[in-house]
């Protein structure tokens, strides 16, 4: 029965944690709950980057503190231990008295992994971890990847037809296919604002002017990322409006540099354009905290993540279009499909490879 009782507990951790999915970051989803006598009496979760974590807001919702002396708090994740921007919650616990704490999963996180766990078993609290631990990492699968390879979590997406086209062959400016639908372009703004970047290539750029923006949905716009081996792009580019973050890759750095010296939200970074492009790519973004990195286009680039097994997730629009001829669609390597959803006459896929189903 407790490990029903647990379970259940944890599930209301994740639902809590889920509510700041597109303000804790870099910070990671977490919910907490504390539970005297089979009743909730506190429960929190942790808002936002620099603010109190879910422990801390869970503990001050407790109305009678004394109950707290008989209570479990269940966390997501394991109470930190260090002092950071807040102090260690797993000291607030053991000054607060709490005899027993669950543990969703661990954090990976070097300056905490497994020390706030021993720090409460030091003072003599009970502690369990490993409840719904597969649901806890998933939940916060971009932090869990990054704190382990310090590099971004990489999610490809791309729309086809139904005969497996991403697009006709047509010039720069032309009209792309009408592949997706209102709500399936929702969903699309709705994951950007998930992900902290958004990658695209030079013909992606120059053929469909894309602004990467959310547009279509409430949440913070990722950083634009954008290859440009030879400076081809125009300035004139929505990329280059200056209104979001955008982080410009090239081969020539002085040559591009002057372009945008007066707009201070563009960034020129020069890596070799070579077989090792998409790594060098991957490491840049890391050094920067980027945990997360959607890749939209084109088909090439979007293949070479797949050659190269640089991915970790992939979500496939399937439309009801029929285009018989044009630019092919990717073709998934390893993977395994996770869900599938529908929206009007589109369908929605969602991969991942073999290799990361662990996260």
């Known amino acids: 029965m407790e490990d029903i009782k647990d379970k259940q507990y944890m599930e209301r951790c994740l639902q809590l944690a889920r509510m700041a999915k597109?303000?804790?970051?870099?910070?990671?989803?977490?919910?907490?709950v504390v539970v005297c006598d089979g009743k909730i009496i506190g429960e929190g979760y942790h808002r936002k980057c620099g603010e109190p974590h879910a422990e801390v807001n869970a503990i001050r919702s407790v109305r009678d503190k004394s109950l707290l002396k008989k209570s479990t708090i269940y966390v997501s994740l394991e109470p930190c231990s260090h002092y950071g921007k807040t102090p260690p919650c797993s000291e607030l616990i053991i000054q607060s008295g709490i005899p027993r704490v669950v543990v969703g999963s661990l954090d990976p996180f070097p300056q905490v992994s497994g020390r706030g766990v021993r720090m409460l078993r030091e003072a003599g609290v009970d502690v369990k971890v490993g409840v719904l631990e597969k649901e806890c990492i998933e939940l916060n699968r971009f932090f869990m990847h990054f704190q382990q390879e310090k590099l971004p979590y990489v999610v490809l997406k791309w729309a086809q037809s139904r005969d497996?086209?991403?697009d006709v062959h047509r010039e720069e400016f032309e009209n792309a296919a009408s592949i997706s639908n209102s709500l399936t372009q929702t969903r699309v703004h709705k994951l950007r604002s998930e992900v902290q970047a958004i990658l695209v290539g030079t013909e992606t750029a120059l053929k469909d002017n894309p602004s990467l923006s959310v547009r279509y949905w409430a949440g913070t716009d990722p950083v634009r990322v954008v290859l440009d081996r030879h400076g081809r792009l125009p300035q004139n580019l929505k990329l280059f409006d200056n209104?979001?973050?955008?982080?410009?890759?090239?081969?020539?750095?002085e040559a591009l540099l002057p372009r945008f010296l007066n707009k201070e939200k563009i960034e020129v970074k020069q890596i070799a354009f070579d077989d090792t492009l998409l790594k060098q790519l991957l490491v840049e973004l890391g050094k920067l905290s980027i945990q997360s990195l959607l890749v939209e286009g084109g088909a090439q680039l979007l293949q070479s993540f797949i050659d190269q097994n640089l991915w970790d997730y992939a979500q496939i629009e399937t439309g009801d279009l029929i285009l018989k001829d044009g630019v092919k669609a990717p073709v998934l390597k390893n993977a395994f499909l996770i869900d599938t959803v529908f929206y009007q006459n589109n369908q929605i896929s969602y991969f991942k490879p073999n290799v990361c189903c662990d996260l």
């Open 22 to 32: 597109r303000t804790a970051r870099p910070n990671p989803m977490v919910g907490a």
């Open 164 to 166: 497996t086209y991403i």
């Open 243 to 253: 209104t979001i973050q955008t982080i410009v890759f090239t081969e020539n750095k």
